[in-house]
């Protein structure tokens, strides 16, 4: 937990859920990255590209009252973005759910100087839902989210290549295809990148399952002879070329 300094309550949030993701950071070193100062406040996609510079994978979850609950449970703390103004006046507000119950129902959150804030779910509701029910859970790439549908996670994934983060996104694009092993997009990112950290059977491996599933596809038949050609393989990459 973080008290937020003034109108910080992003880089508090955000080192909350970073620290349960196993990241030893302060809400002061993400300042930087994170806290606009004429706005006098961080945005979403702030946030999210400040969790994977820490190697860790954000993941917009369904704006659903059971999604958010589900993460929990799973012991996922949720990043949640609320409205707590009144009337027409908006007060946006960064805090992290922890933990729930249902008789009464009510949420247990990490907000503002508050470590421990329980709030009925029907208050929650309210703010949150003011700010469009936006919410994230922060991981290691080791590990899915409870509700993670297989296409959005992957796209999560995908811009840790373009970070140069290779390491990170072979480990994600690993444990997303423990759940869908025949997902397009993991599978094409797993073969790239396992190719650049010079895995090259386990590149080998991911792009000959790619073609059974798209078969005759130019750019997997073109990288498998590329990975064939690094294996000490010209014959055998001359056949995917030709």
Do not use: M
């Not at 070193?29 to 961080?42: E, F, I, K, M, N």
């Not at 805090?95 to 129902?105: D, K, M, Q, W």
């Amino acid at each position: 937990f973080f008290p937020q300094e003034s109108h910080q309550c992003g880089p508090a949030a955000l080192a909350t859920v970073l620290g349960a993701a196993g990241v030893d950071v302060t809400p002061e070193q993400l300042v930087a990255q994170t806290y606009l100062p004429d706005r006098r406040g961080s945005l979403q996609l702030e946030l999210i590209a400040s969790a994977r510079t820490h190697r860790r994978i954000p993941y917009v979850i369904d704006p659903t009252l059971a999604a958010l609950l589900a993460e929990v449970e799973a012991g996922n703390p949720v990043l949640v973005l609320q409205d707590l103004g009144v009337g027409p006046i908006s007060l946006w507000h960064y805090a992290v759910v922890i933990g729930f119950a249902h008789e009464p129902a009510h949420l247990v959150l990490r907000s503002g100087v508050t470590q421990r804030q329980v709030v009925s779910a029907a208050a929650f509701l309210r703010s949150w839902q003011k700010a469009d029910s936006w919410a994230a859970v922060i991981l290691p790439p080791d590990r899915l989210p409870a509700t993670a549908d297989a296409t959005r996670y992957v796209e999560s994934v995908v811009p840790l290549e373009t970070l140069g983060d290779d390491k990170t996104a072979l480990a994600a694009y690993t444990i997303a295809l423990t759940r869908w092993p025949d997902h397009p997009v993991a599978l094409f990112g797993a073969a790239n990148v396992a190719h650049r950290l010079g895995k090259l059977e386990s590149a080998q491996r991911d792009y000959q399952r790619l073609l059974e599933l798209a078969p005759g596809n130019a750019i997997v038949l073109n990288n498998l002879a590329e990975v064939l050609l690094d294996r000490g393989c010209p014959r055998l990459a001359l056949r995917y070329v030709e």
